[in-house]
Nanobody, 125 residues
Framework: QVQLVESGGGLVQAGGSLKLSCALS????????VAWFRQPPEKEREFVAA????????YYADSVKGRFTISRDNAKTTVFLQMDNLKPEDTAIYYC??????????????????WGQGTQVTVSS
């Protein structure tokens, strides 16, 4: 099972940027996708973005489309989430996760088998 470690969270003012990193414990040749989810205070965890491991196609929640960018390094050991024009409603614990499920399941957290410990992002108004 792939181990995941997130980093890069912090406190930022509205309109600012942060870049989150998700380090994979090993090169994962059998993954279908790596995704970012977030859990705002007192709310359910929600899908943010996903990256198809083979091919690199990206998928975003409507709430972050145009502001967030998911990507990975050439070594395929780290996945990033560049977050621009942050809003107070982006405040949440952000998690990365991996799945071997098909595309239709990628927005559902139940499709993901490995999760990181999460990193806190706080956006002040």
């Amino acid at each position: 099972q792939v181990q995941l470690v997130e980093s890069g969270g912090g406190l930022v003012q509205a309109g600012g940027s942060l870049k989150l990193s998700c380090a994979l414990s090993e090169r994962a040749f059998t993954l279908r996708a790596v995704a970012w989810f977030r859990q705002p205070p007192e709310k359910e965890r929600e899908f943010v973005a996903a990256l198809r491991w083979s091919g690199g196609n990206t998928y975003y929640a409507d709430s972050v489309k145009g502001r967030f960018t998911i990507s990975r390094d050439n070594a395929k050991t780290t996945v990033f989430l560049q977050m621009d024009n942050l809003k107070p409603e982006d405040t949440a614990i952000y998690y990365c996760a991996t799945t071997q499920s098909v595309l239709s399941a990628w927005r559902d957290e139940r499709a993901y088998g490995s999760w990181g410990q999460g990193t806190q992002v706080t956006v002040s108004s």
